[in-house]
């Protein structure tokens, strides 16, 4: 599911990873990796008319889509749908946690929207609503799933799985986002400038190496 964002954020980087095998760490990919395994811990929280369930793997057969929500609330709801192993009816609300503060960002708005829509397959129930928690605020940020947002989505995943059947890695184009990417380096958005003068660079640097 998260590489639905990574698609959206960035097509050349979800290809590194996916088809290249290539992943740096920096400070803020660290931070969110060890906030996700303070959420991923299998845990069920139960009130009386609130359970929120983490680490809740989803499928979706339609969208080819597999993976985890940090945590999804069942609210109790007499217009809601019956979930196994849970009494009573239940309104379904996905929310995915973010290292940082908040701010609009499609591609995590589009996560929140796949991990709803693998709900709604999963347990035939309709999600319109999910949140994204920012860890740094402690607030949450409501993500409206509307038609637009899923079709986006769903264009997403349907570019990505082209990606992965052509196996084609996209070229690189510097953004402002490179500044703060942790695969920058690997990535070398700079070659897209002059990519025939990186490749002169690299062949005069070996040439200069066998003559020492």
């Known amino acids: 599911m998260s590489f639905i964002a990574q698609y959206l954020y960035c097509p050349r980087r979800a290809a590194l990873i996916l088809l290249e095998q290539q992943w740096v760490d920096n400070i803020y990919t660290v931070e969110g ?8 811990d299998d845990r069920r929280e139960m009130r009386r008319d609130i359970i929120r369930l983490t680490s809740v793997p989803l499928i979706s057969a339609r969208l080819g889509l597999s993976g985890k929500c940090d945590c999804v609330e069942l609210i109790a709801d007499a217009k809601g749908v019956g979930i ?8 379904v609300v996905p929310v995915e946690y973010k290292h940082g503060v908040r701010r609009d960002e499609l591609e995590y708005e589009a996560q929140v929207c796949a991990q709803a829509m693998c709900l709604e397959e999963m347990w035939g129930c309709k999600i319109r ?5 920012y860890v740094a605020e402690r ?3 409501g993500v409206e799933l509307t038609a637009d947002l899923r079709h986006k989505t769903e264009e997403a995943a349907k570019k990505l799985h082209e990606m992965l059947s052509t196996a084609f890695t996209p070229a690189a184009i510097k953004t402002r986002r490179c500044n703060g990417c942790s695969m920058r380096d690997l990535c070398l958005p700079e070659m897209g400038r002059d990519t025939n003068g990186y490749i002169q660079d690299l062949v005069k640097a070996a040439k200069d190496l066998l003559c020492q």
């Open 84 to 91: 196994d192993g849970f009494e009573g009816k239940w309104r």
């Open 129 to 133: 609503k999910g949140f994204i928690f």
């Open 33 to 40: 990796a060890l906030q996700h395994e303070r959420v991923h």
């Open 139 to 141: 607030r949450r940020k």
